[in-house]
């Protein structure tokens, strides 16, 4: 069982229940997710063994994110505890031609203002690691998380460490300029990058030429010579991009391609009427490594990562609750939706 | 920021949860709402300043339907508190091919039974009202509000206030024949009338020619007719017309004509996934006046008024609790339902 | 009012609340059903007299089932009280690419555990009764069971009953083969055989020619074949398939065909956004006898099941709970969702 | 099994989750019940064969109302359908120091505008019915109920039934003079009277000699004097009086005493730290019929009956849903709250 | 109508259903709260016309926060719009012998960040301002908000506003030396102090002589030897402190005493089964503050602020809803807390 | 940090919210527990490391279980996974005069029909265990579980790891014979047995004698009595009688005894206003096991055990969720109950 390490904030989810807006709701549901502790759940799930690291506040709102961790085996011996306050954010669910509303409430929290200290990766990286995540959110906190990833990133690749990143830039959290500079000094160390064409694009300036666009539509080859120019950049070894189209709140398209050594798979378009979307990019990358870890093909692991990200629509909160049968079924096209008894 | 009035009754909704039936609920949600304070809460969201006119019980049921209003910044100083009951109706959700239900109980509301002389319209329209907006609802409930609407759409008419109407047949409430008569003579009035095609055969007998009309559907030149006719017979100056298609109760198609001047426009067609259909056509009527209200192009309202419309489907309860912008978006076809972070 | 004895498990089904996973719940909702029970409720609320005949404990769990059926005017004088357990099942409902999972914990429960003297198929079926409906379910529980539905099968058929059996074949109760034998002693008994093609093929070997199979599809002349070897196999009066064809959890297909005096008939086929899949075959049983007791054509037969088989999927939990009305309404293709006000 | 003819109004109650306000309530729990339905509800768990006879409108708030009394094992065949409204309240739950309240929504029920003629009391006495019991509450509705309940016990007194009534005066609904006027008319034909000494005072005048009154206290004389007072007055039988402390709105002190042939009989005092009040009196008119039918002494009757009055203040809602074991242990001192596992 | 100024921050505070601990908790109920905005919620119920001066985020959150305001009718047009955050607290239940535990996360919040220049005094006191209400609570949040309370305390002196202060100090916010430094810089431009002998003695030293405390108890002229230091230390010309017992999480005593002009008087003494503890200080000074203007006597006075505070015990939520008429009747000994129907 | 096993019976409760009975109930809130289940939550919040050892079946229901005991963190990596049942238990919440009543569920469940051969003890005890927990609940289970349980406490003893058996008998589950035999082979190897009088009295015939039983109670040298003879009995250590005694279902006091080494100490005595009592007993017995493993003196014990437990009545759910530092204060006479704010 490849052990795996995942790094990355860890925060309380609060939702209006049903598709309540703010200004009605009257309750919140709980939920805590992460990006990375959400791939540490999905990894968990497909029977990986999984250490999330973060920095979590001492309090009991602290401790109950810390148990929903451990609720679902992921491990939680090497998180740091201290600080004041868990990032919170507020979600309000979209509903037809209304879109879901993020309200970030992370500012100032204990693990944006960790300390490079805090994170000892020498111990965190034990013997056996054998993947590393982290993505493009963490190091937009705060420069001390810029400097945590790069060391992370660093010490992981000195163990020959396997390093994905999914560079999931978040506009609300910082600007492209910046994204783009810090990402393309942390991207040198990854192996496995995950990115979507639109971030491709604002981030590092990278597009399909003109033939390959059709529209709102990129063709196959462009989305190869969006992986061949990132590949050359970065010197990662593999590139996956996930393509999702919106029809409405909803109701999504969503597929993937694969790209390595030279060779690309597309993955099925899946149409996804949607129960929560949060999740589902980190679904998509648990999948991924999982595929990885089990030398699966370019195009089996296409299929299963998209699958994990395509299931993990149906799950309300942010963990991809899936089992890895389930996965693996709708995969191999056998999952059809009716009821087991 | 143009005054309104707007004039009606103002209910309480109890909706058993999620898609349950009457029969099965063992609990109720509270929402409260009316025709005319729905438009009221849409145009305060608009930034409008609107004043809502009702009668309300002094008891605590009568003071939380107050406290409604209050809370979405509706004007609440010239609303008459006094009488016995609020109207109240039973909202079960439909589902699929099961229609919604509603059962009125609103009969000997204080606002049915509430007396010409309870309203002060000289107060009521202070110097600066621009806007006085009622509907085809409140005359259906007693004699006494067939003449409280006709002095409150005289008095308006004298001032130079812009009267909107919308016809809003309720076929529980009162036959065609009464209605139809009734509203002919509140018509005269009304300088923007909101109608869709079949209250109009139903009330008025007006019908497109025969070879406008194409099974279900009725030809652009066909809407035309239909306001042509309504203009010619009454004296309005602008008439708007909804379009709806049902597909089933979750799923509808919506779209809508507007007529002034001897020019037309229609809006674009959406198909909706709907969470709550009550409000709807308020919301259309709300954006309507404060598409008149910002002096947009014939083409500009009857989008903005039409966008309104269908993001308030997507909303819980009656009130229709979008922002401008969301509206304005979607009106320019640049709200497509991705998640805001 | 034509009296129907239907006979079987009575079940509570515990469902977490939405989408939730088991996993995930800290709350079960509590419903009752059981497939002969749904048919009970569905032919009550069309108008005939039903008697439920099963087995529930004392204790005050199994007085809240009782009280459910009493609750929806089923007959509850027939019912035997004692045994340990009621028959529970533990309901997660799906989403989209995720199929609902059902599982059981029904062993050892009062009714399978009932002994052949417990019922006194005379007393039962007293003078008036009209039809008898079992189904496969009952059969797969026990030995006991077995004994029992033969013997209530036999009498039936000595007093000339009419008999009705919705074969029903549950993989987690029992394997192919036992279930094909059993049926096989059950069904000459039987007058009216619900069925569909999976179990036709599964328990009886029941298959249509190669030229009739289209795919996933089977041509009406292929329906039609299965019909006619079920009718020379058993000596059946009437064979009734349903015919589901599922999209995703939340989106099936659904229609019939009837089967009856060399005759045959097809409904139409709805598109059905699914609230509660679980009764909807009980509800199309309902619809079938309650079409037989009225005279209704062979048309107007599979059309009225058709419709309450499809209402039935919009109504939380397994009772059918539409009125006659709706569905007559929605056979006519007078029911489009519009709400009712 | 003795038969037992309640009569009265059947309503819906609508409570504010926990000790939320009106003003605060997003939500309502939906409760049933009335004075003499709860009284049904008691006497049908202890074994009694109760007809419940009331208007309720056809709708579908109507039938649930219904439902619920079949749920309960409550006989429903004598019900008129028919009117417009059910009758409604509205429930606060005090807490502390603040009183509970209640809004009435009953105005223009179909029970209060019941014509004399849609009860027929020869068809619903049967010739077995043994008990009749109504209550001062349907009288205070309107005209035309006087003169049902005048008909009622009239018919009820010809046929040898016996006739229960509970004054039960409520300040809402009438005033004194009126209430004491018609009660003196319909008190003639009843035999057991239930009381309390606040009402006997308001409506009849009936006071306890001064030195039987110590501050808030009425002395054991006193209470007889009261009893002696209304049996020479009205010619009933047997009296009884429950006696009421409020220390709070959640504590309160309960206690009876029964009066019937010169004998008298104090039950024991209980201190209640109350769930919900409604019903609870109700539950001692139960317990009181009951003990009268089994034939219990006096004081085994004046204990039986306060038992089950102080375990209804235990159950949320209006019925008192308790079983007649737990109220005979109660009576006999065993029952002491501890967890039976 | 007297117009009172309260100023203070607004919080959302979010609590766990029922007594679950936090690390339970599946969701939050949502209420909004703060001490100031609960005296002008108090105050608005008075009859009095309350301005609430605060700063809140633009976002849905801070918005949902000033509609809450809004819906109890408290002014908002003073409200400053601006910030990051809103203060948040989190607050479990307590239960008998466990306490209620609160945990902030209002640092960094828009108020506690707010500018002196946000604020301009002379706009919010207008003309006819005639009182002014702030407390020790948001001088201990930043050193900006100790410069603003100073000048608003100033400002509000000048005009000749009666200025009334709650110490309120919270240890979890500041230390006594600091609070007790700041407070005394404060004091003297107050007319009305609220404060516990707790606070006198931990923030200004000021204690009862030896022979007036009766192990945890202060004797009557213990208090007034309090007051007199308060009063002669600070100029204040009323003095009014609260006396709590704890006796459980559920279960307080509670009085108060008042002292002016050389005269005291002490409120009766009140078991509470308490509900919701939270805000039932801020009742105490929105009743004294009602007395004060309604010219009561020193003994209405702290009976009436009693009252108001006992009865915001029974009230879910910071916000103290009971009316002026209940508090009244309580002060008045007539409200016993049986139900009124 | 001392390593614990607690071994036992782990099961899914289901309660209907609120006060309602059984029969009302439309939902259930999901708990898990079990009595040694909650010691090992009890001791892992006292900072011990807790392995519980049961066997669950695989399916969702069984891991959801799973997943609440990592959730706080109790260790799981001795759980036998397999079987067909959870073992479950239907729990209404009392009030008042009404009793809690609890329907088992919990025959033929995976952990009531383990094999001996599951559970390997020399692997479960590796060498650092230092206490073994188990109840007498086990063997009254099933034949198979007697046979666990002796081999697991001879195993122990063997080890010298210090035994701990809580008697807890459940009279629905066996009778006063059968467990008096079997318990009376069990306890010779235990170390610390807890106990109530009751049971002492019905299972072994222990009785005080008669001069030291005064009505309901009990006197100290009577509870010196009991002690005594278990010790002689069964050379235990030491024992522990907790006593209760119940005034309503909501309201209990609640003590404690020690004795060990001829020497006896008795607890505080509390009134405890019940949140939820199950698990109470269970928090007894991890304070006594914490306060020998920490040392304490006699008293010390006593009083951390009864403080243990009375805090766990305030705790919705089996687990006793308090913090050690709580339980200390509360021991310590430091905790009121007041906020903490």
Known sequence: MARVVTFGEFMMRLTPPGYQRFEQATSFEIQFG??????????????????????????????????????????????????????????????????????????????????????????????????????????????????????????????????????????KLWDTQKAGKIMSELLPYVDICIINEEHAKLLFGIVPSHEFIDGDNIKEEGYIQICNQILEKFKVKTVAITIRRTISANDNYFSAMLYSNAQMAFSRRYRIPIVDRIGSGDAFAAGLIYSVDQRKSLLEAVEFATASAVLAHSIEGDFPLNSCEEIENLANGMQNGRTQR
């Open 34 to 171: 992460g990006a990375e502790a959400n791939v540490a759940a999905g990894l968990t799930r497909m029977g990986l063994s999984c250490d999330y690291v973060t920095k979590l506040p001492v309090h009991a709102i602290g401790q109950a994110a810390f148990n929903e961790l451990r609720r679902y085996g992921i491990g939680t011996s090497k998180i740091v505890r201290g600080g004041e306050r868990i990032g919170t954010y507020y979600m309000e669910r979209g509903a037809a031609q209304r879109s879901s509303q993020v309200v970030y409430d992370r500012k100032y929290s204990a693990f944006s203002q960790a300390l490079v200290e805090d994170f000892n990766w020498d111990t965190i990286f034990e013997d056996d690691t054998k993947y590393f995540v982290f993505t493009g959110i963490s190091p937009a906190l705060s420069d001390n998380q810029v400097e945590i990833a790069k060391k992370a990133a660093q010490k992981a690749k000195e163990r020959g460490i396997t390093v994905c990143c999914d560079v999931n830039y978040r506009s």
